[in-house]
């Protein structure tokens, strides 16, 4: 009589991509069982994410899936923490979210040989900090109120979006004051900060000099906690006509050629 192939041992790898920073990261779990096509196929993962895959939940131990437990209706989406079972052997997970985690995988054959489990660490870490371009001061001619504007990019390298930049998680906030240590700070938003409190004479009643000079700086924080900040020299001067100051205390609309530059 013949002698029967024995049943190879079925195997899984992993592997994740791209590489870095990405919006949208994938993990291909790929099963082989070169002999003998009966091998149940199953994979964890640290994070949530989304397959095309027929996949079905199981149990979540994270020490090895329990094979009796998965459930009979296919789930819509990879929840973290929970064996799923697929018949696909290759097996693609997308993620379109942010962290480092681990996706786990092990197949079994009826013959009771097993893959043992295979495992792929992936980081998917924003580190690319927001790009703060040149600022400009504008007033709103309203008594003792600038705008300070700026234009905000995130822009990767490779051309792709960071992803971060406006979220919830970013904030805005600007510096200004008489000196380079600035002494005041308020939130912004996107575009803009307003900066409250400015008076446009440096000194005063007679000695009162017009075109107060201020420092300002701009930092924006994203969403995944990098900052951006511009700095340095920035300053600007206060015109006295847009700001009311009235030198000897008797005039409110700052009609006195003082008043003026």
């Known amino acids: 009589p013949g002698t029967a192939t024995p049943d190879s041992i079925p195997a899984v790898t992993l592997a994740s991509s791209p590489a870095g920073w990405a919006q949208s990261k994938n993990v291909t779990i790929t099963y082989s069982d070169t002999n003998v096509d009966d091998a149940k196929y ?85 580190v690319t900090q927001p790009i703060v371009t040149r600022t400009e001061i504008y007033d709103t001619y309203t008594t003792n109120t600038y705008t300070l504007s700026y234009v905000l990019t995130d822009k990767l390298a490779d051309g792709l979006t960071d992803g971060s930049l406006g979220s919830s998680g970013t904030t805005y906030t600007c510096y200004y004051g008489e ?58 001067k206060i015109k006295a006509e847009n700001l009311s100051y009235d030198p000897t205390g008797t005039d409110s609309t700052c009609t006195d050629a003082q008043c003026m530059i």
Do not use: H
């Not at 052997?89 to 009771?112: C, H, L, M, P, R």
């Not at 000079?213 to 924006?220: I, P, Q």
């Open 179 to 236: 000196t380079s240590s600035y002494g005041n700070t308020v939130s912004g938003n996107g575009t803009s900060c307003t900066l409250t409190g400015l008076t446009s004479y440096t000194g005063s009643g007679s000695s009162a000099t017009p075109g107060k000079l201020y420092y300002y700086k701009v930092r924006v924080t994203d969403g995944a906690g990098n900052v951006r900040e511009i700095t340095g020299s920035f300053t600007f």
């Open 42 to 126: 199953y994979f964890l993962s640290g994070k949530n994410g989304t397959t095309t895959a027929t996949i079905y939940r199981c149990n979540n131990d994270i020490s090895a899936p329990d094979t009796s437990s998965c459930s009979s209706t296919a789930a819509s989406s990879v929840e973290a923490g929970y064996w799923y079972r697929t018949s696909n052997k290759s097996t693609v997970i997308t993620y379109n979210t942010e962290g480092q985690f681990s996706v786990n995988a092990i197949t079994y054959d009826t013959q009771g040989n097993t893959s043992g489990t295979g495992s792929v660490s992936v980081s998917n870490i924003d």
